[in-house]
T-cell receptor, first 116, second 112 residues
Framework: ETGVTQTPRHLVMGMTNKKSLKCEQH?????MYWYKQSAKKPLELMFV???????ENNSVPSRFSPECPNSSHLFLHLHTLQPEDSALYLC???????????????FGPGTRLTVL | DQQVKQNSPSLSVQEGRISILNCDYT??????FLWYKKYPAEGPTFLIS?????DKNEDGRFTVFLNKSAKHLSLHIVPSQPGDSAVYFC???????????FGAGTRLFVKA
């Protein structure tokens, strides 16, 4: 595997379910990100981890819970979601955890989430 | 309030002609700008960037122009090819922060 991978690619869940999205980067990067992309809206930054520490939490509801056990893996735990949370969830990584704003971000293919 | 705006949701261009994608921003603290391209079922991929100390950066068929006074940047693709058909995202960031702010994207169709 190369680059940034995300599993699952598609997920349908009920509002009472608990599920997790997984992201893995094989690039040796120090920073990882979760974004949400809703239809016809900009990518919304959700969380940033730099060197395995959360450095940005962009006012995301607590029903989304990130976890970064090491520099290569990032999870997004989901529970009691709402239908409006249906979107494409993108994971990204970048080289330098300190100056991440100027780094090129490498994106995974995304998880298409549908909440019923 | 969107800090990075791409006001054209779509653009259609004939193969061989120039494609011009526009982007406006509101935050004068932004000092680094990027363009990403996204194909269906794939994540965005980096295309080209420009620092605020420059007003032009060129890479092959792709050129980005930055007008700081107007808070405007544009991506020129010449000549356009059918394989350039994708969604193009403009993004901006400022030094020392971790946030890159993205626009909503412009879908480019290049007709053969």
């Amino acid at each position: 595997e190369t680059g940034v991978t995300q599993t699952p690619r598609h997920l349908v869940m009920g509002m009472t379910n608990k599920k997790s999205l997984k992201c893995e980067q094989h690039l040796g990067h120090n920073a990882m990100y979760w974004y949400k992309q809703s239809a016809k809206k900009p990518l919304e930054l959700m969380f940033v981890y730099s060197l395995e520490e959360r450095v940005e939490n962009n006012s995301v509801p607590s029903r989304f819970s990130p976890e970064c056990p090491n520099s290569s893996h990032l999870f997004l735990h989901l529970h009691t979601l709402q239908p409006e949370d249906s979107a494409l969830y993108l994971c990204a990584s970048s080289q330098d955890g300190v100056a991440a704003a100027r780094d090129t971000q490498y994106f995974g293919p995304g998880t298409r989430l549908t909440v019923l | 309030d969107q800090q990075v705006k791409q006001n054209s949701p779509s653009l259609s261009v004939q193969e061989g002609r120039i494609s011009i994608l526009n982007c406006d921003y509101t935050n004068s603290m932004f000092d680094y700008f990027l363009w990403y391209k996204k194909y269906p079922a794939e994540g965005p991929t980096f295309l080209i960037s420009i620092s605020s100390i420059k007003d032009k950066n060129e890479d092959g068929r792709f050129t980005v122009f930055l007008n700081k006074s107007a808070k405007h940047l544009s991506l020129h693709i010449v000549p356009s090819q059918p394989g350039d058909s994708a969604v193009y995202f403009c993004a901006a960031s400022n030094s020392g922060g971790f946030k890159t702010i993205f626009g909503a994207g412009t879908r480019l169709f290049v007709k053969a």
